[in-house]
């Protein structure tokens, strides 16, 4: 990414606050594309090739502005949730829980033991997030994921991976 994409991304509305100075046609028209979806995603992917971490929360934000993520994310949401250049781990596995795919089951598991440097709690928030990603995910793989935790050492994953093995008990 350019210094003038990165600054056209950032013109845009995305915080609180923030008042508007761009809008979702500049960025297209910026980077000569008609689908801001596909735009996104190839985005991210040029961050993940790239390993650069200013590149992939710009390029998460454009994928949020052109409506969000879809089974073709996927795979670039995998490659980035094992990543360790970036900062954005918690979003990564938020997104993967909302995408609902076993595929996703491995790598959220080892999210739950990952304690990347810059995180203040020693992960204890992504090793959550991570759980509740899992719980949102049906099927075998999923349950037999959060039934490991479940006996964790570690208190807040074993109690959330308790707390949803329940729940789908109760469904």
């Given at each position: 990414?350019?210094?003038?994409?990165?600054?056209?991304?950032?013109?845009?509305?995305?915080?609180?606050?923030?008042s508007p100075v761009g809008t979702p046609g500049d960025i297209l028209r910026h980077f000569e594309c008609s689908d801001g979806r596909k735009l996104g995603l190839t985005l991210l992917h040029e961050a993940l090739e790239n390993r650069d971490a200013d590149e992939v929360e710009?390029?998460?934000?454009?994928?949020?502005?052109?409506g969000g993520y879809d089974s073709e994310h996927l795979q670039v949401l995998l490659q980035l949730a094992d990543a360790d250049f970036h900062q954005?781990?918690?979003s990564v596995v938020r997104?993967?829980?909302d995408l609902r795919s076993s595929a996703a089951v491995d790598v959220l598991e080892r999210s739950t033991q990952r304690a990347p440097e810059y995180l203040v709690d020693d992960g204890a928030e992504l090793a959550r997030k991570?759980?509740?990603?899992?719980?949102k995910i049906?099927?075998?793989?999923?349950?037999?994921?959060?039934?490991?935790?479940?006996?964790s050492d570690e208190e807040v994953i074993r109690r959330t991976a308790r707390k949803?093995?329940?729940?789908?008990?109760n469904e």
């Amino acid at each position: 990414m350019t210094p003038e994409d990165k600054s056209i991304i950032l013109s845009l509305p995305h915080a609180p606050g923030k008042s508007p100075v761009g809008t979702p046609g500049d960025i297209l028209r910026h980077f000569e594309c008609s689908d801001g979806r596909k735009l996104g995603l190839t985005l991210l992917h040029e961050a993940l090739e790239n390993r650069d971490a200013d590149e992939v929360e710009l390029s998460m934000i454009v994928c949020s502005l052109f409506g969000g993520y879809d089974s073709e994310h996927l795979q670039v949401l995998l490659q980035l949730a094992d990543a360790d250049f970036h900062q954005q781990h918690e979003s990564v596995v938020r997104l993967l829980g909302d995408l609902r795919s076993s595929a996703a089951v491995d790598v959220l598991e080892r999210s739950t033991q990952r304690a990347p440097e810059y995180l203040v709690d020693d992960g204890a928030e992504l090793a959550r997030k991570a759980t509740y990603a899992l719980g949102k995910i049906p099927g075998p793989e999923a349950e037999a994921a959060l039934t490991r935790l479940s006996d964790s050492d570690e208190e807040v994953i074993r109690r959330t991976a308790r707390k949803l093995l329940a729940r789908r008990k109760n469904e």
